[in-house]
C-alpha cells in the first residue's frame, strides 16, 4: 500500500532529525523550549551590554540538565554524547555564549573533576556544579601561550606540605564568576591540574572588556600571586598535557554540534525574513539569487547536522579519535561562519541590528573559530591523520 510522503521540513529538508533517538528528540525539543522561552527574548539586550546573568541562568540549566548532562553519577544525568550534541545545537542556536557557559561548565571543569579528580573532590564539586549552585571554569590558556600550551608559564611548586601557585591565565569563560578554577600548571613532574576556590589569597580574576564577540558570556584574566594550596587541591589522577587535553575534547565536540544550531538559526531567519520582506511587490524570497542564496544555506546545515550525527555515534561506539573532533570543529565553525555572513545579506541593514540573531551569531562565530583549538591547528591535527606526518614544527 502507498503511502504519502511526509511533509518537507525548509528547517531539516533531509530530516536529519529522524536519525535521532526518541530520547535525543526529547531532549532536542525540551532545550529547544527553555531556548525559547529564557534566552532569545532576552540575549539581544544582554549582548547589546555585555552582560550574561549567570548565577540566574545555572540553577534554571541545572534543573534542565544540561550541566554536566553526559557524565555519569555524582547528580549528572550520564546521557549520550548524541543527547549531549543535540542539546549544545539548541543552546548555541540561541547563543554561542549560552552554550560556551554550559560547555566550560561541564565539558571542561567538571569532566576534569571526574575524570582525574579524588573521591573527595568529586563528592565537594560536581553536585554542586551540576545542580548549578556552583559555577567552575577551566584555566588553560595563557597571554602568550593558546595554541602552546606545553610551553606554559604559570608554576607551582611544593612547599612542605602545600603547593604554591603562581602565573597568570587569559581568555577564561566564567573566571570571575567561578566558585572553583580549575588551573593547570607546570610543576616539577610535569603539567598538574589544582583546585583553586574563590577567594582564596593571592588569586583575582579580572574581566575582559571592550569585545565585540562573545558579549553575552563572561571572559575573564586570572591572576596567581603566591597562591597557598593545600596538598589534597591537586587533581590526582593525571599527569601531563593529556589531561587538559582530553578534557578539550570534549569541549571541542560540543562546539562541532553548537556550530550547527547557530548555522540552522541563522537560515531560518534569513528564510522567514526573505518569505515576509516585500521588495518590487513581491516577497524577495520569489527572486532567484535570493532562493541561491537560501538553497546553498541549507544544504550546508544539513551537511553540518550530519557530520554530527556521524561523529557522535562514532562517539557513543567509543570509536571517536581526535582527527574526527577536528574535522567537525573545522568544517562545521567554517561552515557557521559563511552561513551567517550569506543569511546578513538577506536581511540587509536590518540584519545588523539586535533585533535580528544574525550578526550576534558572526561574531559570536569569530571566536568560536579560535578557542578550543584554532582552524590552522585542527587543520594540522588533520593532515597529520592523512599522511602520517607532524607538521607542528
Not at 566550560?104 to 549552585?133: C, N
Not at 600550551?149 to 591565565?169: E, H, I, Q, Y
Not at 613532574?189 to 579580572?206: E, K, S, Y
Request: proline share 4%.
Amino acid at each position: 500500500m502507498a503511502t504519502t510522503p511526509a511533509r518537507l521540513d525548509p528547517a531539516d529538508l533531509l530530516a536529519v532529525g529522524e536519525l535521532l533517538t526518541d530520547e535525543e528528540r526529547l531532549i532536542r525539543d525540551t532545550v529547544r523550549k527553555f531556548a525559547d522561552e529564557q534566552i532569545r527574548p532576552y540575549v539581544g539586550d544582554w549582548f547589546e551590554r555585555g552582560v550574561f546573568p549567570a548565577r540566574e541562568l545555572a540553577p534554571e540549566l541545572g534543573r534542565l540538565g544540561v550541566l554536566g548532562m553526559h557524565l555519569d553519577g555524582y547528580g549528572c544525568t550520564g546521557s549520550s554524547a548524541v543527547a549531549y550534541g543535540v542539546a549544545c545545537m539548541e543552546l548555541e542556536a540561541a547563543d554561542s555564549g549560552l552554550r560556551s557557559f554550559v560547555s566550560v561548565q561541564g565539558s571542561l571543569a567538571m569532566r576534569s573533576i571526574h575524570a582525574f579528580g579524588s573521591e573527595e573532590q568529586k563528592q565537594q564539586w560536581l553536585p554542586e556544579l551540576a545542580a548549578g549552585r556552583a559555577i567552575g571554569c577551566f584555566a588553560l590558556t595563557e597571554p602568550d601561550f593558546g595554541s602552546d600550551p606545553a610551553n606554559m608559564r604559570t608554576r607551582a611548586r611544593r612547599k612542605g606540605g602545600d603547593w604554591v601557585l603562581s602565573g597568570s591565565k587569559m581568555w577564561i569563560t566564567n573566571g570571575s564568576i567561578s566558585d572553583v578554577a580549575v588551573v593547570w600548571a607546570q610543576t616539577e613532574d610535569g603539567v598538574r591540574g589544582f583546585l583553586v576556590p574563590q577567594g582564596t589569597p593571592g588569586f583575582t580574576a579580572t574581566d575582559v572588556h571592550g569585545k565585540l564577540s562573545l558579549r553575552a558570556s563572561v571572559t575573564s584574566e586570572l591572576a596567581l600571586d603566591e597562591v597557598v594550596l593545600p596538598a589534597d587541591a591537586v587533581l590526582p589522577g593525571v599527569q601531563g598535557l593529556r589531561g587538559p587535553l582530553s578534557s578539550l575534547g570534549e569541549a571541542r565536540y560540543g562546539i562541532l554540534w553548537g556550530t550547527v544550531g547557530a548555522a540552522r538559526d541563522c537560515y531560518t531567519t534569513a528564510l522567514d525574513y526573505a518569505k515576509s520582506r516585500i521588495q518590487f511587490e513581491r516577497p524577495i524570497a520569489g527572486f532567484q539569487l535570493t532562493q541561491q542564496k537560501l538553497v546553498e544555506m541549507m544544504l550546508e546545515v544539513e551537511k553540518a547536522y550530519l557530520v554530527a550525527v556521524r561523529i557522535g555515534r562514532l562517539k557513543d561506539a567509543g570509536q571517536c579519535r581526535p582527527a574526527h573532533i577536528s574535522f567537525g570543529k573545522l568544517n562545521n565553525v567554517r561552515t557557521a561562519m559563511e552561513i551567517a555572513r550569506s543569511a546578513r545579506t538577506i536581511l540587509g541593514a536590518n540584519g545588523i541590528t539586535v533585533e535580528y540573531p544574525v550578526l550576534r551569531h558572526a561574531n559570536n562565530l569569530e571566536s568560536v573559530l579560535t578557542y578550543e583549538g584554532t582552524a590552522e591547528i585542527h587543520t594540522l591535527v588533520l593532515g597529520e591523520a592523512i599522511t602520517g606526518e607532524s607538521a607542528y614544527r
